[in-house]
């Protein structure tokens, strides 16, 4: 095994760029890549990742378009938005691998579970009952939780554009947001869900693989220039997060170990058990961190669906081009994880309905409640 | 010390906003906050003291949408490592069809970063520590790199609107065609002459030609 791996470290394989600077922003999903770099997987595969915490995920969009990052610890949805030019400029981007699954929830105010709203259904009775501008709350425009956030309202008649008024709030700042009354719910990502229901100001109306059983969540993503000119370190930084999230799913002990030393200051800074991460998964065996272009795609046709795109893209030819598969079938086989048999998945979100990859404009088009 | 060159007067008066970093009450500030709340405070006074005028001063709230749009300022000016950079993306992003220049300012003076941001959409960068007399050529180049910009989008955006209304007077064009068994030249002059009659545009007439064909459903 080890001698297998100096091959690849010291062959024509050798990582082009040796010291990799990676954004993160401080959410539990960033377990793996934090524990990647602190234990030494990374430099098994002859790489060195130094970890930058950032405040915004505008920061590290920017960054990774400028080199200040070379990859990011970053939201799916970011990644197809940037690519198709949504709020930026337009630039070729790269979805090395998926980071995460599930881990993240709906939240609503104990006041409004005062009122009987505890989750979806409840929560359009109560909107029908005492019309108001309800606020909800989720972190970045394109991102994955205003993506969650917008299909659970939508799956229980509540129009996401019409009938709430939509916010977008740094993770850090939704409980205080939520405890001054300021709004009514939000969409995150662990710990800041459970961390209301601990401070006794709210209540988990829905996890998120509730509304998406085993959905993507964070990814490994970068440029396409940064692929093109250091593909090995690339495929490196996909082997050692791979490793990691191995190691994480190894024990019990493993997980606590991570959230003890991710709830550092330097990191996420919050106290956290594994208990409450709401079905986060960083490895199970692999088929968390494949990049399925039906994964990528799904993003684009929820774009599509709320008038972020103003027409369809070619939705199987864009997410063709931003997922790299072919880089993470290489470093799958150089960390012996299992691959699944062919590049997209069927899953059934929580209105029933079927995403399987095929027929992206139908489907876009298909929602009853929709821009 | 050498005399202060003085000051010429903004070209045009600027309406500006500074978005402020929450430093919320009874929270320990962390070393960065601390650092972006002094970058903040240092900027507001080189503003003003290059005659601008700062028209509001607004915290990264989830109020700063509504306020941005009451105000309608010219010129957005935010920390670069703000989280309320998200918030404000929010904005961007809901008002994408009537944009107005965002202007970073950093401790950063990695001119790659500046590019960056750039062609992001920001619309210029100012360092922080930047010199009072300095602030005022940044935000004018700022200005007319915006401007110029929206400029073309909008050209861009009307030839593809020119396109659009050509597409549709030719769809019209084939109906009357087909129904009334016209030459191309006649569904023409026939399309002309009942656009003059009810003082419509071309374009205008098509269209409800195309809309008559839909709800009769031939």
Redesign the interface.
Known sequence: MADNMSAWVAGSDRPEKQVVRIGFLPLSDCGSLIMASLLGFDEKFGIKIALSKE?????V???L????LDAAHVLYGLMYGVQMG????A?DMAVLMNLNHNGQAVTLSSSLAQQGAVDGASLAGVIRKAPRPY?F?H????GTHAMYLHYWLAAHGIDPLREVRM????P??MV??LRAG??DGYCVGEPWGMKAVHDAIGVTAATTQEIWPDHPGKVLGTTADFVAHYPNTCRALIAAVLEAGRWLDASMENKQKMLETISQ?HYVKTRQVWEEQHGLQFYNSGAVNFPYLSDGMWFMTQHRRWG?LKDDPDYLAVASKVNRIKLYRQAAEMTATPLPPGVLRSSTLIDGVVWDGSAPERYAASFAIRK | MPSRAPLSKPVHKLRIVVVNTITAAGHEMDASLQAQAQRGAALRIGLLEAGYDIIASLPADIYLPERIAQLQPDMIIIDAESDARDVLEHIVIATRDERRPIVMFTEDAATSSMDAAMAAGVSAYIVAGLQAERIQPVLNVALARFKQEQKLLAELSDTKHKLAERKVIERAKGLLMAHHHLSEEQAYQRLRSMAMNKKLKLAEIAQRILDVEDLLGN
Request: hydrophobic share 30%; no cysteine.
């Open positions: 405040a915004s995920w505008a920061s969009r920017d960054k378009g400028n080199g200040e949504i709020g930026s400029q630039r606020t709350a972190t970045f425009p394109t916010v977008t709030v740094p850090p700042q205080d947001n300021r709004m200051p972020l």
